[in-house]
């Protein structure tokens, strides 16, 4: 029976180009590539194995967190090649660990195909701009590349708050420190607090998840700071309606006015396979607000905020449909995977068949909220 070793299966999945690694007792090590699962050997892996591949990895205090609360998440180096995300956990009684590969390259606007607008999007003084998309949607890549274009073009202070840090920014015409939750602060929130005393000029705020970070977020936006952060939803409005949802009915009118004012931009993303088998490609949907869009926010209409982004092309704005059926069109990806990541599956397949528009949603819906969603 085969021995794996960490360092072979870190190769592997490099040299494969994938983007996990996943070991689970029972199964033989798999990596994601493309997109897709492959078994990475034949041996299946006992609980011994995947102890020991752990600890070959894992801290002595990540060891100490998966005995006591079942799981453990850092970051670490491999060579001067890449660094991993990784997840240690428990189940059914035997260790779990899931590896995410993050390249030491940041890639460029280019590179990801993020929309060149963006550039003058990103570049404002102050305001709250939120990178959105389900868990492997590539948020944290687009982030790194914007951050990285910043720091490149302009003299800013930034600092990370991430957890764990996946990549790493050097000192270039800007400074950038980067905060690790559980190794140089304890929370998010308490981070971002500390932060306004340490003259940033830009926030990246790794997640925000719970209601804490979100108002320390807001506030970071509305006393002069450029905060970017992620959530993990699908869409502009979705997205507007989770922050407003985190708080307590009797504070929801103040967030909207808030939003209303410092939210500057939403772009979510999804990741498809390429048509080829090699590779994957990013769907954006881009927000910007503008000032009908403020006024929506504001007056609790968010449910017409699809329409606003349907006829605001000329500000850099398009709906994440209308990118996956642009990318299918041109014969990138296939229709399948398109119907699968879009967010109106009816008017999608119309508008592939050449039958419809997209346009036509926004027509019937524009004043039912519970259309929309």
Known sequence: MASYEMVSLLRMLIDRDGSDLHLSVDNPPVGRVHGHLQYFGESILTGEDTERLMKSIASVDNQQELQEVGGSDFG?????????????????????????????????FEEIGLPQSLKQVINQ????????????????????????????????????????????????????????????????????????????????????RDLDTIEAAVTAAE??????????????????????????????EQIRTQLAGNLKSVISQSLLPRKTGFGRVAAFEVMITTPAIQNLIRENKSYRITSAIQTGHKYGMNLLDEHLLALYRKGIIKYEDALSKCQHAEEFEASAKGSGELAGRSKSTAGSKTAMD
């Open 125 to 208: 003084p102050r305001g709250l701009l939120l990178v959105t998309g389900p868990t492997g949607s590539g948020k944290t890549t687009s982030l790194a590349t914007m951050i990285d274009w910043l720091n490149s073009e302009f003299d800013h202070h930034i600092i990370t708050i991430e957890e764990p840090i996946e990549y790493y920014h050097t000192h270039k015409k800007s400074i950038v420190d980067q905060r690790e939750v559980g190794v140089d602060v304890p929370t998010f929130s308490e981070a971002i607090r500390r932060s306004l005393r340490q003259d940033p000029d830009i926030i990246l705020v790794g997640e925000m």
């Open 76 to 108: 670490f180096a491999f060579e001067d090649i890449a660094r991993f995300r990784v997840s240690i956990f428990k189940q059914k009684g035997y260790v779990g660990l899931a590896l995410r590969l993050i390249p030491n390259k940041i890639m460029t």
């Open 223 to 252: 006393t002069g700071h450029l905060v970017f952060a992620t959530l993990h939803t699908t869409g502009a409005v979705r997205t507007i309606d989770r922050i407003i949802d985190a708080f307590p009915t009797n504070q929801q």
